[in-house]
């Protein structure tokens, strides 16, 4: 069965390339991905699974930073116009996109899920031709929305994945869950859809990555470490508006308690006991030359080796966030918009993905393990599964980078999908 694998990957080379092309030119954002979820339910039909879309997907209590009803409101009318059916549409209405498909062998056998996350970047894509999707025709045809994280291929990965457990269904035995999570970025989505139970009862949880770091198409890491625990904070200051040569008295101001902020955010102290991060990505304040600013708005985040060094980062933030709001008379809202949990590949895959892949001919080189040093909200789907005695992994699947992942020349080379597919194909196998 093993020669059959590669030999299967080889002959649908064609469509997983294809499905890849055409969703980076429908690129979108976490938890507005409704061209996106209906192209990946329209391949999959057919397959046999059993597909769920809508609230059936995700906790809705669960989600992190769902955008305003207003946002979604125009991204549900641009999917409309780009040909998404109205009945279908209305299923993932605010914000309650992905799928979930679920094979049913009817042979006992263990529960192995994978995910797939869907989502997006709010980047305007890179014009050049020396840019292969604008070469080639493929750019994302959505203004300011662009996958430059690769997220189109992990998709296009699934539905692989998924033809093939198709087509060997009758060979195999126990249940396959794949899950194309919306939101990924911003660590937004992924505890919403372990809350709605689609992880309970997951013997085997199989994941991963392309890129991270350029290497050669052909490497394939059995085990990313270093993934970090995260928060993301929005914060707004809202102060009093004057006049800034009449009545400066009168004002707050609200770019100054954010100034305070961000300074003070940047000098708190490296947790002693681990890694930690923390950045302010964003700053947006004031009006004009001669006005006191009443309005201040940051982003940031926060990271650490554990949970026990982010939540000393998340505390100390929120700590200075507070005290400069006090310190200025202004006040304060802020909120918890993506959070992901620290976690590892457990040593069952790091023995199991040498020996399962040594037959792959799309495979020239297993790495035991490679730091991530970034955070993933898949590690609460690992983590739910390791707490429940099942094993979990999270690969990166190499290739060359035409420029660093966020950035609006990201790209990788398309061949990188074939050893994905043959790598998670020969691990259901094994």
């Known amino acids: 069965m093993r020669n059959e694998i590669d ?11 294809t499905w890849r092309q055409e969703m980076h030119k429908i690129a979108e954002v976490g938890f507005c991905e409704y061209e996106t979820t209906y192209y990946i339910f329209r391949k999959l039909e057919g397959l046999g699974f059993t597909l769920h879309t809508g609230r059936a997907v995700m906790n809705e209590e669960a989600r992190f930073g769902v955008p305003s009803e207003k ?5 549900e009318d641009r999917a409309l116009k780009n040909g998404v059916p109205t009945a279908f549409l209305e299923t993932m209405k ?4 992905g799928v979930v498909a679920v094979l049913e062998t009817e042979k006992d056998g263990p529960h192995t899920a994978m995910r797939f996350d869907i989502d997006a970047l709010p980047i305007e894509e890179e014009v050049s031709h020396a840019h292969i999707p604008a070469n080639n025709g493929f750019r994302s045809r959505n ?3 662009m996958h430059a994280c690769g997220h189109d291929g992990h998709a296009a990965i699934g539905l692989g994945i998924a033809t093939f457990l198709s087509t060997l269904k009758e060979r195999l035995s126990g249940t396959y869950t794949l899950i194309f999570q919306p939101a990924e970025e911003g660590s937004r989505g992924a505890k919403a859809v372990v809350e709605n139970g689609w992880l309970n009862g997951v013997d085997f949880f199989l994941s991963g990555h392309l890129g991270i770091r350029s290497q050669p198409v052909g490497t394939l890491v059995s085990g990313a470490t270093n993934i970090l625990a995260t928060t993301k904070i929005d914060a707004r200051f809202t102060g009093k508006t004057a006049h800034a ?11 100054l308690a954010a100034a ?5 955010l940047h000098g708190i102290a490296p947790h002693g006991e681990g890694e930690t991060r923390l950045n302010v990505g964003r700053f947006d304040a004031g009006s004009g030359r001669n006005i006191v600013p009443g309005e201040a708005f940051l982003q940031l985040e926060t990271r650490g080796k554990s949970s026990i060094e982010n939540a000393y980062m998340k505390e100390e933030a929120i700590r200075r966030l507070e005290g ?21 590949t457990d040593k069952y895959f790091l023995d199991k993905i040498p020996n399962a892949t040594q037959s792959s001919q799309f495979i020239n080189e297993v790495k035991d393990r490679m730091p991530l040093n970034g955070s993933e909200d898949v590690t609460y789907m690992m983590r739910h599964v390791q707490e ?5 992994c999270y690969m990166i699947f190499g290739t060359p980078l035409a420029a660093g992942h966020h950035h609006k020349q990201f790209d990788f080379d398309e061949d990188a999908l074939l050893v994905a597919v043959s790598a998670l194909a020969h691990l259901v196998v094994e």
């Open 143 to 145: 203004d300011g929305m």
């Open 71 to 75: 946002e979604l409101a125009q991204h």
């Open 388 to 392: 429940q005695g099942g094993s979990a």
């Open 94 to 97: 605010n914000g309650f996109t």
């Open 7 to 17: 030999q299967w990957v080889k002959q649908n080379e064609l469509d997983i390339k």
């Open 324 to 344: 400069a709001a006090h310190m200025y008379d202004v006040a304060l809202e802020y909120a918890i918009v993506g959070e992901g949990l620290a976690a590892e």
């Open 245 to 255: 040569g009449m009545e400066p008295h009168k004002g707050k101001n609200a770019m």
């Open 260 to 264: 305070a902020a961000v300074l003070n």
